[in-house]
């Protein structure tokens, strides 16, 4: 007698089954915003953007080669500076 049911397939040869990734909204995480950083035409120096204060203070003040290292030539983001009329809308550039 043959028995031609399914009951005797080999799991290993045969059909395949394939396996999909679970169905989600995003497949791939959102990434984090670069950080944005302005040339300050008081002190000569990048400042975050957010940033309100004195440029005296050094642990505000960045140079652009720090940036790079920090973040990677490609990792941030130069704004124009707040106040002026470019920056008012918070223009890359």
């Known amino acids: 007698m043959s028995d031609t049911g399914d009951s ?3 799991p290993s040869r045969g059909s395949r089954t394939l396996m999909r990734p679970p169905e989600t ?3 791939f ?3 984090e915003p670069k950080p944005q950083f302005y040339d300050c035409g008081i002190c000569g120096s990048m400042h975050w953007s957010e940033w309100n ?3 005296r203070e050094d642990q505000a003040r960045f140079d ?3 940036l790079d290292k920090r973040y990677s030539s490609d990792g941030w983001t130069e704004v124009a500076m707040p106040g ?3 920056g008012e809308d918070n223009t890359e550039l």
Do not use: I, S
């Open 8 to 10: 005797n397939a080999n």
């Open 25 to 27: 909204e995003n497949r």
């Open 29 to 31: 995480p959102a990434r």
């Open 53 to 55: 204060g004195d440029c």
């Open 64 to 66: 652009v080669e720090d």
């Open 84 to 86: 002026t009329e470019d």
